[in-house]
């Protein structure tokens, strides 16, 4: 294990919330300022209202490197894990040899939707709190998925100004190593990987087990994941998605998707040896998403009692935006997502439903974790897909017509929390912790690229 990596580790400075998009991009600045010799700060593009993307380039190695955080604006571990890797690498010309990369570093791939995401940045971080201040964008307004793509009948070709920074230094530089800097909300950590790369396993899992946080050993986020080794996935794309649409939806996949593919898929096409990692940190944990003894529910059972409890909560969603549809005077970006949200979910949930009932995997008892992910953290997200809601009323200014659906939310919401509280035996997670898996599996994963041999 290397030494200037594992003390760049440890090293991590103490964070307790989260920087603000302008305390992010006054960092840049600074450290610009301070090292104008080995720092060079472009702007790569700019966001859909109009904000600078920036990006920095530090040192001149032989390979190439593009991080950047905040492809969902609501994941920001990785803009922490950013700004200190920036620091670092400036500073220390033995860690910039040891990897020897030339690095291209995007804080902030999302920038307007890192400012709806401030509400909670500074704490308390309490679910509650955060799905009153949680903002993601609708898919085809995500930086991570409307990269171009031609697969089949898919043709998605309208990528948004954010993507298109991404585009542009993946054209340009080719990079060898992609860090896509996701993290989850909760559950445990898990990992997608772009190849078999058993070197990375103990290492992904000292880590974790190092800052005492558990696997995700519940369900997969998704069920064409495809398993690589123990909470680690092959990094899923959009072809993969097709597909499995292709077999258990009744429609046109390309109906359903109605967004692009992600990095790796649009980077590969420009270097085939490429590695994309993505290390999914939650904010909070149970002990019971890394339980993997035998319950007496079947799997299949408590999957589809997932799905349908979805499918109900998205009924409702929708009876309640048709209600509230007529009374809305401004289409904002809070709106644009729970439209897209509405009408793209339940057709997915129709082809899961399908793989659901025929799948083999689903023929047997269910864990403890997967128990726990199937009822309990389910409905943490369905808290947040509310949150939203409550965040497209609450941007109508002054509409009193809304005010009491507005009430009756909030008090939804609360009563969602307070559930949730009583069932939960969770724990917030130090952000300094987040910070070190991301960082230590982003490192040597890094280094692995550096010194692997291709046939």
């Given at each position: 294990m290397s030494d200037i990596l594992f003390k760049t580790i440890e090293e991590v400075p103490n964070y307790s919330t989260f920087m603000t998009l302008d305390e992010l991009n006054e960092s840049t600045m600074k450290l610009a300022n301070e090292f104008p010799d080995t720092v060079k700060i472009f702007r790569a593009g700019e966001s859909r209202e109009g904000r600078p993307i920036y990006g920095i380039k530090i040192g001149s190695g032989n390979k190439f490197a593009l991080l950047f955080g905040c492809p969902h604006p609501n994941e920001p571990v990785g803009t922490l894990v950013l700004d200190y890797l920036s620091w670092k690498l400036a500073e220390n010309e033995e860690l910039r040899k040891e990897l020897d990369y030339t690095w291209i570093i995007v804080?902030?791939?999302?920038?307007?939707?890192?400012?709806?995401?401030?509400?909670?940045?500074?704490?308390?971080?309490?679910?509650?709190?955060?799905?009153?201040?949680?903002?993601r964008p609708a898919g085809n307004k995500q930086v991570e998925w409307t990269f171009p793509i031609k697969y089949k009948t898919l043709n998605f070709n309208d990528p948004i100004p954010e993507t298109k920074a991404l585009m542009n230094i993946i054209e340009n530089y080719r990079p060898d190593f992609?860090?896509?800097?996701?993290?989850?909300?909760?559950?445990?950590?898990?990992?997608?990987?772009?190849?078999?790369?058993?070197?990375?396993?103990?290492?992904?899992?000292?880590?974790?087990?190092?800052?005492?946080?558990?696997?995700?050993?519940?369900?997969?986020?998704v069920p064409w994941a495809r398993p690589?080794?123990?909470?680690?996935?092959?990094?899923?794309?959009?072809?993969?998605?097709?597909?499995?649409?292709?077999?258990?939806?009744?429609?046109?996949?390309?109906?359903?998707?109605?967004?692009?593919?992600?990095?790796?898929?649009?980077?590969?096409?420009?270097?085939?040896?490429?590695?994309?990692?993505?290390?999914?940190?939650?904010?909070?944990?149970?002990?019971?998403?890394?339980?993997?003894?035998?319950?007496?529910?079947?799997?299949?059972?408590?999957?589809?009692?997932?799905?349908?409890?979805?499918?109900?909560?998205?009924?409702?969603?929708?009876k309640l935006y048709e209600k509230v549809k007529g009374s809305l005077k401004s289409y904002?970006?809070?709106?644009?997502?729970?439209?897209?949200?509405?009408?793209?979910?339940?057709?997915?949930?129709?082809?899961?439903?399908?793989?659901?009932?025929?799948?083999k995997e689903l023929e047997r008892p269910a864990t403890v974790a997967e128990v726990f992910d199937n009822y309990q953290v389910s409905e943490f997200y369905r808290l947040l897909v509310l949150g939203l809601f409550y965040r497209m009323l609450k941007a109508e200014k002054s509409n009193n017509a809304l005010t009491l659906v507005i009430e009756e939310i909030e008090n939804e919401m609360r009563g969602r929390a307070e559930k949730l509280e009583r069932e939960l035996n969770y724990e917030v997670i130090p952000v300094r912790k987040l910070v070190k898996i991301q960082l230590a599996a982003g490192l040597y994963s890094a280094l692995y690229v550096s010194i692997r041999e291709r046939p």
């Open positions: 804080k902030v791939a999302d920038p307007d939707g890192l400012k709806l995401n401030e509400g909670w940045l500074k704490g308390p971080f309490t679910p509650l709190n955060y799905a009153m201040n949680y903002y992609i860090y896509s800097l996701h993290n989850a909300g909760f559950g445990g950590v898990y990992y997608y990987l772009s190849e078999h790369a058993p070197l990375l396993y103990p290492l992904f899992y000292y880590f974790v087990e190092r800052e005492n946080i558990p696997l995700s050993l519940g369900e997969p986020e690589l080794a123990k909470a680690i996935y092959h990094m899923v794309s959009t072809p993969e998605y097709y597909d499995y649409l292709e077999k258990h939806a009744d429609k046109d996949p390309a109906e359903i998707i109605k967004s692009g593919t992600d990095s790796y898929d649009y980077a590969r096409r420009f270097n085939p040896n490429v590695l994309e990692l993505v290390t999914e940190v939650p904010y909070y944990y149970d002990p019971r998403i890394e339980d993997t003894s035998s319950t007496d529910i079947l799997r299949r059972k408590a999957v589809l009692d997932n799905i349908a409890e979805n499918r109900r909560y998205y009924q409702k969603l929708s904002n970006k809070f709106r644009e997502a729970i439209e897209y949200f509405l009408k793209v979910v339940p057709e997915s949930l129709k082809a899961e439903e399908k793989w659901a009932k025929t799948a």
